[in-house]
C-alpha cells in the first residue's frame, strides 16, 4: 500500500513528466511517517524499478520510470473498473504482419515524436506493429469507429512535408500503446498501425501471424 501511495503522491508533483527534486523529510507529509522510514521507502521503491533517483546536495531528484507508470495504469484500471464497468471497451482480434519498414522513419522524426510525447504522454519506440484485423474485428471496428481520437499535425523539416494523422489508445495484450492513422485516402480500414512505449514483438514474444488482441478504451467514459 505505500508502494502505491508513494507512486501517486510523486506522480502528483510531476514525476511522470520530468524529475522531481524532493527530500526525504519533505516527502514525510505525503507517507504520514517518520523521515527514516520516507527514505527506507523511496530506497524500495528504486530498487523494485519504479522511479530513478539522483542523489543531490538538496536531496534528490525523483521520476517515475515505465514500470512505476504502469503500476499506476492498472490501478486507475482497476478503479475504473469499479466505477465506470466495461461498457466503454472494445475488443479486437488480429494477426501480426511485416509492414514496409517505413514506421522507424517516421517515428524518428522531431516533428511527430515530440507531439506523441505531448499528447500521447510516452516516448514511442521507433517502429510500429502492424496488425491485420480479422474480418469479424474490422467490421466492428469500422461500425463502432472511434470518436476520441488525439490528432497529430503535419509539419515540414525544410525538405519535405510530412502529412497529419489521428491515434486513439489501445492495449495490445495488456501493453499500452496507440494506434496511428494516416491522413490519407485510401488507407486500408483492417490494418492497425501501433506505436508503444516498448519494443511490442520483443516485449510479447510476437511473430508474423501470431494472433493478438487488442482492447481500444474510450478514455472519456468517466469524465
Known amino acids: 500500500m505505500h508502494r502505491i501511495n508513494s507512486l501517486k503522491h510523486l506522480a502528483l508533483l510531476g514525476a511522470l513528466k520530468k524529475p522531481v527534486k524532493i527530500s526525504s523529510s519533505e516527502f514525510t507529509r505525503y507517507t504520514s511517517t517518520g523521515s527514516k522510514t520516507a527514505a527506507r521507502i523511496l530506497k524500495q521503491l528504486e530498487e523494485e524499478g519504479l522511479i530513478d533517483r539522483l542523489i543531490i546536495p538538496e536531496g534528490q531528484m525523483i521520476s517515475i520510470t515505465e514500470e512505476g507508470r504502469t503500476w499506476l495504469e492498472s490501478e486507475f484500471s482497476d478503479y475504473k473498473h469499479i466505477f ?3 461498457e466503454d471497451k472494445i475488443e479486437l482480434y488480429g494477426n501480426v504482419i511485416t509492414g514496409l519498414g517505413e514506421g522507424q522513419y517516421y517515428i524518428a522524426q522531431d516533428g511527430y515524436g515530440s507531439q506523441f510525447e505531448q499528447k500521447l504522454g510516452f516516448k514511442p519506440y521507433p517502429g510500429t506493429l502492424n496488425v491485420r484485423l480479422t474480418s469479424h474485428s474490422a467490421d466492428i471496428l469500422k461500425r463502432k469507429g472511434q470518436k476520441n481520437t488525439i490528432p497529430i499535425s503535419g509539419f515540414t523539416d525544410g525538405q519535405r512535408t510530412f502529412g497529419g494523422c489521428n491515434c486513439y489508445f489501445v492495449e495490445v495484450e495488456g501493453v499500452r500503446g496507440a494506434v496511428v492513422t494516416p491522413e490519407r485516402s485510401h488507407y486500408p480500414h483492417d490494418l492497425l498501425e501501433i506505436i508503444s512505449p516498448v519494443h511490442l514483438r ?14 481500444i478504451e474510450d478514455r472519456s467514459a468517466c469524465e
Do not use: A
Open 202 to 215: 520483443k516485449t510479447l514474444e510476437l511473430n508474423d501471424g501470431d494472433e493478438v488482441k487488442i482492447t
Open 84 to 86: 465506470c464497468g466495461d
